[in-house]
């Protein structure tokens, strides 16, 4: 008998909403694409809630679509949600498949066409109050066979049920959980407390600066190689999804903020990204991704450096990340050299304090937030373009050399000039004189 994996990328889209459908590539391509990939739905017991769902075949062939309904649950901290068909038994108090009811069992969808479906959601009145999900998937009814292993193809479009009632909406911030790492090559400062430097670079011989980049030459470590991460555990201990969102602050030893520092998305009501903006923290869960009840997440994001924003060659505004030795250098390390500059580095540390403010809209009106602020330490290499002197000796040596080479040519030329025209004048007078003695 067969063995059958099932590949879902539906996660995908339940960690990033801003992807406009959810699809599946595997060894024979479903090429089908579903929208809206997300129903976010509300009602009471023993109401009926019908949606439309619309198939895309991206392909030249005809496609037959079977499909089904499934449950799904958080089983881990990163948001990856665990599918189960209904024949598998699964059951806890979130469970919506059996509530789920297709109109039909498959699809024919034309080349380069579109399909719609509908399905509907029978809310029982022994419905429990809070948070149910489920899916409506879709899998090609061809299948690969004559071997030993099947590969099921799927897509789907989940759905996020809520109850009303009873609702309980709690979140629990970890803060002894969180945790700082460095992640730039050279430095460690993981929990915001251990510092591990590699040895100091050294200044950049004259003969680099003169003929290569600001950036050192892979003998030595990059200095443009630099990123901190923030992990941030959360907790949903109530019985409905939520949605936090929050800022990472990073404060100075002066308790300054450090600005421009961070890249913050406006998305719209399905989660996609319309627009960015720079801001002066780093988001938390910008994307809106939602933690399902009783689950357990961990939203992280990385400190690139220091945003410069800037205008590309075809008018076009762009972003680039300055490290905190680009920074202190005061350009990027990517710019070349001039030829009477070299860079100094030094090691150094310093602490920042990570300003963590996370919370989320309750169903009341009322919010609720946490705070934490953990120090850590960040480690890079302090640069500095500073006078090359013996760029300048190599480069201005030769040019007075010259220049006094030409320097005595020309003087030597006039004299001899000079002598020349005494010698002419004499050699004029002793002829006149010879002339006149006749």
Known sequence: ????????????????????????????????SVSPFRFELSGDSGDVIEREITLFNNTDQTRVILLSREDFLSNNTTGVPQFYAQWQGWFNGYKLSDWITLMQSSLTVAPHSTQKMQFRVTIPNSATPGGHYGAVMFKNQDSATGSQIQ?????????????????????ALNSSGITINQI????????????????????????????????????QKPLNDFGVNFQIPIKNTGNVHIRPNGKITLLDETWVPLKAIGRES??????????ESTVDYIPLNNQQSAILPNSDRIFENTWQGFIEEY??????KQYRYLTPSEKSAGRSLNERLFPWEKLETKKVQKQLTAQIDVGYDKQDGTKQEFHAAPKFLV??????????????????IPIVVLLWIIFYLIVWLRRRRSALRKEIRKELLKEMQEKSNK
């Open 151 to 171: 590969f099921e193809k799927k897509i789907a479009s989940i759905i996020l049920l809520t109850v009303s009632w009873a609702i309980s909406e709690n979140l």
């Open 379 to 396: 480690v890079y290499d302090e640069a500095k373009v500073v006078i090359n002197y013996w760029s300048l000796a190599l480069i201005f």
């Open 266 to 275: 406006i998305v719209d009501e399905n989660g996609v990204v319309i627009s």
């Open 1 to 32: 008998m067969s063995r059958i994996y099932s590949f879902v990328l539906i996660f995908l889209v339940f960690l990033f909403p801003n992807t406009s459908f959810a699809e599946v590539q595997t060894a024979n391509d479903i090429d089908i």
């Open 184 to 219: 730039s090559s050279g430095s460690n400062a993981g929990g915001g407390t251990s510092f591990n430097p590699n040895s100091v670079i050294d200044t950049i011989p004259w003969y680099q600066s003169l003929f290569g980049t600001l950036q050192n030459d892979g003998t």
């Open 311 to 316: 205008t590309d060659r075809y008018g076009k």
